[in-house]
């Protein structure tokens, strides 16, 4: 997500500073835009001079303090909340007292994060889609300590990106995740109860709904630890039974089965 992100904004005419933990991490991340810009390039999607421009815009650094002048920083660290709030508090000593931070969450309350700030006003969640640089929609998400000058902030950002940002309330799983992962979770109980294989129920969903892929494709590509947490997170908020992670789903995740960040999931990747 985070190379995503920076191809969008640095697309968008934004200087982007990319952090990681690690040089090589943060490495990785500038050859993961490098390489889908490339694949534009050959597809005749943007002119050489276009990405070299975009490239340009963004830097790569292990140094929380070179975010210090940034307008805005959207964090996309692991759907975690004691990590996310750890990062908030570091992230509130080194930035200027204007930043906008945000939290790409697609779950956990952002007003947690906010709290472990000195600055709640000036939080709020920037959820982008994966693939970034593809899905339109933005879930630009209102705690209720953000001010209304960092909303619209936000949402501008969005706008400027080219997106479709749609303003919700800071609620678990906010609009499509709290639609989605029990659908998700579902389909998972129908092949732990035998009702299908996966690739008959992939095929019904896509044949009979008109997904452009079926729900156990759709699970190894958001990553199955990834769509543990986010059930673990609805059920928490609500204790609807719909979002109680089903046990073959949680066992796949005990056997570091995560879908095609592993190579392998509910399909295997590495013939691929």
Known sequence: MGSGIAEVAASSGHTVVLRSRSQSAADAMVAGLEKSLNRQVEKGKRTESERDQVLSRVSATT?????????????????DLAVKKHLFTELDRTCGAATILASNTSTLPVVELAMETGRPDKVCGIHFFNPAP???????????????????AALAFAETCGKEPVEVKD????????LLFPYLNNAVRLLEQGVASKEGIDAAMKGGCGFPMG??????LVGLDTSLAILDAL?????????AAVPLLRRMVSAELYGRKSGEGFYDYHKR
């Open 63 to 79: 140094d929380l303090a070179d975010l210090a002048d940034c307008d805005l920083v959207i964090e996309s660290v692991v759907e």
């Open 134 to 152: 593809v899905m339109t929609l933005v879930e630009i998400v209102r705690p209720i300590t953000a001010s209304p000058e960092t909303m619209a």
């Open 171 to 178: 609620q678990a799983g906010f609009i499509v995740n709290a």
């Open 215 to 220: 729900p156990f494709a759709l699970l190894d």
């Open 235 to 243: 059920y928490d908020e609500f204790r609807d039974p719909n979002y």
